[in-house]
């Protein structure tokens, strides 16, 4: 199959120097159809037609705003998408989970209200897209699932986030395993990409060089990651070629927690 005749759901690209901006573009680079999917429904649209300027012979994309921790929302996005007398879109064969959101309050003093959202948007919304897309991929025999965990599920911080942040990308990683060993007898791979300190903007506001360099400090390669950087590694765990990479945990992190 060609890859323009296969479509890449891309969840969190509305942001404006997010990572799924840079997934995004990368993707539609390698000839992918893309599903764009954000909250940020001015972000996603706006991303959709930046990427439809660069889309190859044949790809095509969609924007659709919907929150990731509705499952109607969510099966609602895939059914405007894939389904239908004439669907927008080619068949779903890669999803680049990436919505999430930041938690930077000392656990003594987290709320069961910000815990449950942080769970909600990291944690249920990865249950809910591999849901979605990995029922499409399991009765086609074939998939690519890149789930977004982070250094802090390893560290349990000590870049920006905290405890419920931690615990939330930690439930990504235990739901990457589990779904690597179920969906992979299918055909269909599942990862977890687990980046480190990354120059975007969900610590808080775009970094400062202090900030940038006082994080720098701490990762072997000496500077903080790029959204291309990642770009990079789901680009080629979306690949055909990845077929044997499965239910790994992906450090994209410059060394700073080898393991
Ligand atoms: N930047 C980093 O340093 C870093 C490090 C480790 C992990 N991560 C993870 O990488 C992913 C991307 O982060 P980023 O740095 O690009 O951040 P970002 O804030 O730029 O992008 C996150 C995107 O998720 C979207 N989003 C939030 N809640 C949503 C919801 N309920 N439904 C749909 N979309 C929603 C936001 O609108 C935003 O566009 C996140 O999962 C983040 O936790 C980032």
């Known amino acids: 199959m060609p890859v323009s005749g296969r479509t890449a759901v891309v969840t969190g690209a509305g942001s404006e120097r997010g990572i799924g901006r840079a997934v995004a573009h990368r993707l539609a680079r390698d000839g992918?159809?893309?599903l764009l999917?954000?909250?940020?429904?001015?972000?996603?649209?706006?991303?959709?037609?930046?990427?439809?300027?660069?889309l190859a012979d044949g790809a095509s994309v969609v924007g659709l705003a919907c929150d990731v921790t509705s499952p109607d929302?969510?099966?609602?996005?895939?059914?405007?998408?894939?389904?239908?007398?004439?669907?927008r879109l080619p068949p779903v064969v890669g999803l680049v989970n990436l919505a999430g959101i930041p938690s930077p309050t000392p656990l003594l003093d987290v709320t069961l209200a910000e815990w449950d959202r942080v769970?909600?948007?990291?944690?249920?919304?990865?249950?809910?897209?591999?849901?979605?897309?990995?029922?499409?991929?399991?009765?086609?025999?074939?998939?690519?699932?890149?789930?977004?965990?982070?250094?802090?599920?390893l560290d349990g911080g000590?870049?920006?986030?905290?405890?419920?942040?931690?615990?939330?990308?930690?439930?990504?990683?235990?739901?990457?395993?589990?779904?690597?060993?179920?969906?992979?007898?299918?055909?269909?791979?599942?990862?977890a990409l687990?980046?480190?300190?990354?120059?975007?903007?969900?610590?808080?506001?775009?970094?400062?060089?202090?900030?940038?360099?006082?994080m720098a400090g701490g990762i072997p390669v000496g500077r903080v990651g790029q959204p291309a950087d990642l770009a990079e590694?789901?680009?080629?765990?979306l690949s055909?070629?990845?077929?044997?990479?499965n239910g790994t945990t992906f450090s994209v992190d410059g060394g700073m927690h080898m393991h």
């Open 37 to 54: 999917v954000d909250v940020d429904d001015d972000g996603v649209q706006r991303r959709a037609r930046e990427v439809g300027a660069e």
């Open 73 to 87: 929302a969510v099966a609602a996005a895939f059914r405007e998408a894939f389904e239908g007398e004439s669907p």
């Open 233 to 237: 590694v789901a680009a080629f765990l």
């Open 194 to 214: 687990v980046p480190g300190p990354v120059d975007t903007d969900i610590m808080g506001g775009a970094l400062d060089d202090e900030r940038k360099a006082r």
């Open 119 to 153: 769970m909600a948007v990291n944690a249920t919304g990865s249950l809910l897209l591999v849901q979605e897309a990995g029922r499409r991929m399991v009765a086609a025999g074939h998939g690519r699932i890149v789930l977004t965990s982070s250094v802090t599920a």
């Open 158 to 191: 000590g870049t920006f986030s905290k405890s419920a942040y931690a615990a939330a990308k930690a439930a990504v990683l235990g739901l990457a395993r589990g779904a690597a060993r179920e969906l992979g007898p299918h055909g269909v791979t599942v990862n």
């Open 32 to 34: 992918w159809s893309l």
């Open 240 to 245: 055909d070629g990845a077929g044997f990479v």
